[in-house]
């Protein structure tokens, strides 16, 4: 199993990326997708997750109506669309994965299989 992200960058702020999570060895119908970003010096902090098996998508309030996850199955890769990026969404960015279901916003400890980061840096 692999994951690998891309598309992180500086921006400044209200600007957009988007970030891909390339993932191989398994596959979107048995596992789901988790976004995670930590900050320095603050815990690694769970703001999405996309279970393309049952079409669905999570968010947590802090990245809620500006972040979008997807799924492109036959690329196996899952997208995260980010918005109006504020200085405070600094951090790096990671993808992981857990085997079933996503059943509310991902929380580290529940996902197995993790990629390597992707730096995001807003500016003011």
């Known amino acids: 199993v692999q994951l690998v992200e891309s598309g992180g960058g500086l921006v400044q702020a209200g600007g957009s990326l988007r970030l891909s999570c390339a993932a191989s060895?398994?596959?979107?119908?048995?596992?789901?997708i988790g976004w995670f970003r930590q900050a320095p010096g603050k815990e690694r902090e769970g703001i999405s997750a996309i279970s393309s098996s049952i079409g669905s998508t999570i968010y947590a309030d802090s990245v809620q109506g500006r972040f979008t996850v997807s799924s492109d199955n036959a690329k196996n890769t899952v997208y995260l669309q980010m918005n109006s990026l504020k200085p405070e969404d600094t951090a790096v960015y990671y993808c992981a994965a857990t085997r079933g279901t996503a059943q509310a916003i991902p929380t580290f400890w529940e996902y197995e299989y993790w990629g390597q980061g992707t730096q995001v840096t807003v500016s003011s």
């Open positions: 060895g398994f596959s979107f119908d048995d596992y789901s």
